[in-house]
T-cell receptor, first 112, second 115 residues
Framework: DTAVSQTPKYLVTQMGNDKSIKCEQN?????MYWYKQDSKKFLKIMFSYNNKELIINETVPNRFSPKSPDKAHLNLHINSLELGDSAVYFCASSQYHTGELFFGEGSRLTVL | AQSVTQLGSHVSVSEGALVLLRCNYSSPVPPYLFWYVQYPNQGLQLLLK??????LVKGINGFEAEFKKSETSFHLTKPSAHMSDAAEYFC?????????????FGAGTQVVVTP
């Protein structure tokens, strides 16, 4: 059983399109995150939800909208995709205040 | 604001040799420090973490790291490299005043292990 699973793993799309990435965790954690890894492998946090409440919202364009329907799911919707959005997006989960994040395998988004 | 610097974007070690990955941090308050490993096409996995208990921290796969406040360092070591250690390694810092999941990552160090 995969602990943190993301779909799709690969996404190739045109500029201007809208796309979504879904994430599910079966670890019973109360906190979930979206991280972005760029082409130089630099990782940066985007959002975090604790018990469905948004607790971290970094400086991210408002074209990016996270949604957490319940503690086990966190989705990321991106409107009007731009070339610079090409990256690997990682979902992660943790029990709040443990500092140990469990990462999914990533969703590689390519915008043409 | 806190930050992390990893010295050396690529490290090549021989199988059986010492692995040493360097990490320095800056933080306005006592930090929590982490080392994560990323194998090709996979997500990150926690190797070890420092949370103000013992300064020498032991992790998985034979890795350990030592917190040195005077040097603001948290270097990762493994006495004997194995081929399976080839991966990208990330040092990360989190502030006690922040959400623990708000990790500030270093740029990563790619480890290559040669036979």
């Amino acid at each position: 059983d995969t602990a943190v699973s993301q779909t799709p793993k690969y996404l190739v799309t045109q500029m201007g399109n809208d796309k979504s990435i879904k994430c599910e965790q079966n670890l019973g954690h109360d906190t979930m995150y979206w991280y972005k890894q760029d082409s130089k492998k630099f990782l940066k946090i985007m959002f975090s939800y604790n018990n469905k409440e948004l607790i971290i919202n970094e400086t991210v364009p408002n074209r990016f909208s996270p949604k957490s329907p319940d503690k086990a799911h966190l989705n990321l919707h991106i409107n009007s995709l731009e070339l610079g959005d090409s990256a690997v997006y990682f979902c992660a989960s943790s029990q709040y205040h443990t500092g140990e994040l469990f990462f999914g395998e990533g969703s590689r988004l390519t915008v043409l | 604001a806190q930050s992390v610097t990893q010295l050396g974007s690529h490290v090549s070690v021989s199988e059986g040799a010492l692995v040493l990955l360097r990490c320095n941090y800056s933080s306005p308050v006592p930090p929590y420090l982490f080392w994560y490993v990323q194998y090709p096409n996979q997500g990150l996995q926690l190797l070890l973490k420092y949370t103000s208990a013992a300064t020498l921290v032991k992790g998985i796969n034979g890795f350990e790291a030592e917190f040195k406040k005077s040097e603001t360092s948290f270097h990762l070591t493994k006495p004997s490299a194995h081929m399976s250690d080839a991966a990208e390694y990330f040092c990360a810092v989190s502030l006690k005043t922040d959400s623990w999941g708000k990790l500030q990552f270093g740029a990563g160090t790619q480890v290559v292990v040669t036979p």
